[in-house]
């Protein structure tokens, strides 16, 4: 295969979250947030009943962690985010020993040569505020752009790169549609409750930052910006109507609703239309237009693992007398990371660069998130300990090479940024599927020990050449 090049300003990092990697989850005035509470009342639901309680150690060893995405992973950037439950109080007030930790993190990025990327919340609500009725009450909303206003100010002049949300799909559907995490709720329309309300919560975030920066509170070279998981959407070869119109919905509520948020400042007039047709009804206020006009954003963080595959659905209404819009639609040549059960598609990348620049076209992004996670991966390490994780190389190069011709035919992809590069904490999966460049030794007080795809990808981070 021919070497690949990637722009020369084009960055490498790494991605990763507070809850997932801090550890001390009861230390220095931190409050419980869903995770710490589900893994307190449910601690059967997490792989080897491991809850969120240590992370990955991070509190501990981040200094060596930062030396080690620097110096063995050749990466120039990295995101994590605060911990809304550790930042700030009960009332809502900065809790001195979370605002300390924070200074002294971004402070040792900076001193290790790293550009840090806050992001403000990565599913991770304090429970509290979750009792009140998390995102489907107005108050908790106003509860965040506190939060968010307490950030700006006291970080303001630390950090370049903010960011409201991670892959606020998510808890909408994992909490809220799917019932698959706490607190297991199986429907659509509040589903949609939440995400229309974790919009409007952007959009007052991205709001009170433009507000910080007119008052020289946050630098005048910073940025904000959302991160989502855009699940290109596909159906069958030769789709009838009604596939296509899976899709149009799927694609609407997933990828578009955002796209246009953070463009245009407003929702798919479409989407909204037939929702409210099909029974789904937000809970607009008088007055939100103009709040949902104000969370236009100055780039975008893609997160990429997978495509979306649906078809029409096989009835109009579910159980719980909420529409239904698409089913799942399973492609026979679909190549799987069975580990996780997610579609490995390298391509979809490009195919969202490609709606991108069509239907975006000032829009500047990045890939936030890629990576693979592999269940068992101790049992493919060599005799002197490193794991040879030659898949992972694989699957990194496959995207990069998706990237750098998304980019070639028009695509404005300014950086790549992997997941999990030290492993981590995946939430009620807790260690089961490893997605590091760098190991974690759980038996070995999480040691960390560099596998085989590191010295690949700080070769592919320092010169730019994919090979
Ligand atoms: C993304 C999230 O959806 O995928 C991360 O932003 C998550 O928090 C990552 O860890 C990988 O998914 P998982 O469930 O395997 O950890």
Same mark, same amino acid.
């Given at each position: 295969m021919e070497p690949i090049t990637l722009p020369e300003n084009f960055f490498f990092g790494a991605a990763m979250s507070g809850p997932q990697t801090e550890g001390r989850w009861a230390e220095g005035g931190k409050l419980e947030n869903l995770w710490d509470t589900w893994s307190i009342e449910n601690i059967d639901d997490f792989y080897n009943k491991v809850g969120s309680y240590v992370g990955n150690d991070f509190m501990t060893m981040y200094e060596e962690d930062l030396r080690l995405l620097k110096e063995?992973?050749?990466?120039?950037t990295f995101r994590t985010s605060i911990q809304w439950s550790r930042l700030l109080d009960r009332d809502g007030e900065l809790n001195p020993a979370g605002v300390e930790w924070y200074h002294r993190l971004f402070a040792a990025a900076g001193e290790a040569g790293l550009e840090i990327f806050v992001n403000l919340y990565h599913f991770d609500m304090p429970t509290y505020l979750f009792r009140r009725g998390g995102w489907e009450n107005r108050e908790v909303v106003d509860a965040y752009e506190n939060y968010a206003r307490k950030a700006f100010a006291e970080f303001g002049q630390e950090v370049r790169y903010w960011f409201t949300f991670n892959e606020p799909t998510v808890e909408p559907e994992q $909490?809220?549609?799917?019932?698959?995490?706490?607190?297991?709720i199986k429907n659509f329309n509040r589903a949609r409750t939440v995400q229309y309300n974790i919009s409007i919560a952007h959009a007052k975030g991205v709001q009170a930052f433009r507000e910080a920066k007119s008052a020289g509170?946050? $630098?005048?070279d910073a940025r904000i910006g959302l991160i989502n998981a855009f699940m290109p959407p596909y159906t069958k070869d030769d789709p009838s109507d009604a596939d296509l119109e899976a899709v149009r919905m799927v694609d609407g509520i997933n990828n578009r609703w955002w796209l246009d948020l953070v463009t245009k400042g407003e929702l798919p007039a479409d989407v909204v239309e037939t929702l409210a047709e099909r029974g789904c009804v937000l809970p607009v206020r008088p007055g939100d237009d103009a709040i949902l006009a104000r969370g236009t954003v100055d780039w975008l963080g893609c997160n990429y693992y997978q495509p979306t595959r649906v078809q029409a659905p096989s009835r109009d209404v579910d159980d719980t007398g909420c529409p239904v819009f698409a089913d799942k639609y399973v492609w026979p040549d679909a190549v799987m990371n069975e580990s996780r059960g997610w579609e490995v598609y390298p391509k979809g990348i490009y195919d969202f660069g490609m709606t991108a620049a069509r239907d975006y076209p000032d829009l500047e992004w990045f890939v936030s998130e890629n990576g693979m996670g592999i269940e068992g991966?101790?049992?493919?390490?060599?005799a002197s300990g490193k794991v040879q994780d030659d898949y992972r190389i694989d699957f990194v190069r496959q995207h990069l090479t998706w990237i750098a011709k998304a980019i070639e035919d028009g695509a404005n992809c300014v950086g790549y940024h992997y997941w999990g590069a030290i492993d981590n904490w995946s939430w009620n999966n807790a260690f089961k599927n490893r997605y590091g460049f760098i190991e974690v030794d759980l038996m070995e007080n999480y040691r960390r020990v560099p596998k085989l795809s590191a010295a690949w990808m700080r070769q592919v981070a320092t010169s730019h050449i994919v090979s």
């Open positions: 063995e992973l050749g990466f120039t $909490r809220y549609q799917e019932g698959v995490w706490w607190p297991f509170l946050v $630098r005048d991966e101790y049992k493919n390490r060599d």
